[in-house]
């Protein structure tokens, strides 16, 4: 009985060895690959928190610069943030912020620059957007009107539509195209919600070009019942 057994384990050890020595080396290399990734994987995982972690200490900075107001400080400390950390979400939120401050301090061609930059660099159509409409709005104060509209026509994530009208709103206006201006209004006040304050501010626009758009928006039912009945 014993040699029985001890029959039955050798052949078991032959077949083992037998298929081990077939097939051994691609097993070996599946595993290496299958580890490789993993370990990859956990390296990237490790790099990306590493690069938020330190990108979110360079935004504080570039925060306590901005509240400052030095200009010059301000656009080292978002250079340093481009260089570093262009790919993550503080860069963008960096690029707004120190946009808003320059223009703010007057600097229209450093807060230009800065906002080209998240405009044409961020990763984030979200992102993206704001930085061209606010680009748009500092090219309209410099009376740029053409190259604003271009920026507005360059592309704009559709959640946007409603600012981007209006946006392009203001521009016509500023260039004296009433007509045109307050068909833009018009659109951005149709897109937006109702219960936005933004939207009444929209309407101010459209009142001070004698377009009443609450008493149209209830006069265009009324019409369209009035043709129904009459059919």
Known sequence: MANHLDL???EQLDEIKHFWKQYGNAITWVLIVVLGV???????????????????????????????????????????????????AYAPQAGLLIGKTLYEAGKLDAAKAALTW???????AGYASVGR?????????????????????????EEFAALQADRRGDILLAQGKKTEA??????????????????????????????????????????????????
Not at 63 to 84: L, P, S, T
Request: glycine residues 4%.
């Open 8 to 10: 039955e384990e050798q």
């Open 38 to 88: 993993y370990a990859a994987w956990n390296g990237y995982q490790y790099w990306q928190r590493n690069q938020a972690a330190q990108a979110a200490a360079m935004f504080d900075e570039v925060e306590k610069v901005a509240r400052e107001g030095d200009a010059d400080k301000m656009q080292r400390a978002f250079n340093d943030m481009k260089d570093r950390f262009a790919s993550t």
């Open 118 to 124: 998240v405009a044409e660099k961020s990763s984030d």
């Open 133 to 157: 409409l606010r680009l748009a709005g500092v090219l309209m104060d410099s009376k740029a009107y053409d190259e604003a509209l271009k920026v507005l026509d360059s592309g704009v994530a």
């Open 182 to 231: 307050k068909d833009q209004y018009l659109k951005s006040f149709k897109l937006l919600d109702e219960r936005t304050d933004y939207r009444r501010l929209v309407a101010v626009k459209l009142n001070s070009l004698g377009v009443d758009p609450l008493a149209d928006a209830a006069a265009k039912p009324a019409a369209a019942d009035k043709d129904a009945a009459s059919k």
